[in-house]
């Protein structure tokens, strides 16, 4: 990938010495956490109660902003909800308009009063997890009938699949009338010698425009050598599209795993990965601001 110019002048920052970060490095005023998770048992779950193994609410996060620094937030409906959104709404509520914004899960019958009782709630974009279908709530036929529908909100479509199911449906993406934002995507595949072909496809939708890409840490319990591959991945990223990427820490990463990483270690990781100040004002504060509104 090329590398794209284009850096912002640094701001003030707050110095960051959490968890196993330098000194040295530092969040940005303003920095945004484009992608948690709320469960609260206040709202009913679908599916296996199992998947769920401890609350993780609007209070408890909270307390990690306090930790990581972070001051916005971008709420995502757990697929354990299905498309009741209900948890979303009443999270974005209790951490603040001003600072938090929504990530929805639908179905395409959804009506035009859900849709703006949403819009109004601070949903900016909607979610399909399809990566796994055995957990999946929506399916890819739901893609483009519901992008049309969100289209005239400015919404975007938030898309968590794997490598070969981009690959697989290039020409879906290319017919999606609303900004798209692929999600996790540093823990994509990435082999030595050769990125994987859905490389190929973001890259051109990146340079089409109204394309953007979310960083995520990788997993502590993930294969052997996922880290590497990973970093690898996030460079690449920084260098063809910094005005089109913004992290998300997948708090509380997430519970269907069976080991929870430290969050200030993944911060830090992230953080290791934009390696400038310049860079983390772009990824953490200003295209965030651009593409959730806030």
Not at 43 to 61: E, H, K, M, N, W
Not at 82 to 101: C, E, K, P, S, Y
Not at 166 to 179: G, V
Request: a neutral charge; glycine letters at 6%.
């Amino acid at each position: 990938m090329d590398t794209i110019d284009g850096a912002v002048a640094p701001q003030p920052s707050i110095p960051h010495t959490r968890g196993t970060a330098k000194p040295d490095i530092a969040l940005p005023p303003r920095a945004c956490d484009c992608h948690i998770h709320i469960y609260d048992r206040r709202f009913a779950s679908i599916g296996d109660p199992g998947r769920v193994l401890a609350q993780a609410t609007a209070s408890d996060y909270r307390r990690l902003q306090a930790r990581l620094g972070t001051r916005r937030t971008v709420v995502v409906t757990p697929t354990v909800y299905g498309t009741d959104n209900a948890v979303t709404l009443d999270a974005i509520r209790q951490l603040g308009r001003a600072d938090a914004r929504g990530v929805a899960v639908l179905h395409p019958e959804v009506d035009d009063a859900t849709l703006r009782l949403l819009d109004e709630g601070g949903v900016r974009g909607i979610r399909f997890t399809l990566f796994d279908p055995a957990t999946a709530v929506t399916r890819f036929d739901m893609v483009a009938p519901l992008a049309r529908r969100i289209e005239p909100l400015g919404w975007h479509v938030q898309l968590h699949w794997r490598a070969d199911q981009i690959a697989a449906h290039a020409e879906l993406l290319d017919r999606l009338p609303c900004p798209i934002v692929f999600d996790h995507l540093a823990r994509m595949p990435h082999p030595e010698g050769a990125a994987h072909p859905a490389f190929d496809v973001v890259r051109r939708l990146l340079d089409r425009g109204r394309t953007w890409v979310k960083l995520s840490a990788p997993y502590l319990d993930d294969v052997a050598g996922a880290e590497d591959s990973r970093a690898r991945v996030a460079a690449a990223l920084c260098a063809h599209a910094p005005e089109r990427l913004v992290w998300g820490s997948d708090w509380p990463h997430p519970t269907e795993k069976t080991e929870k990483p430290d969050d200030a270690a993944l911060l830090d990781r992230i953080l290791g990965w934009l390696g400038d100040a310049s860079l983390r004002q772009r990824v953490l504060v200003d295209n965030p601001q651009a593409l959730y509104g806030f």
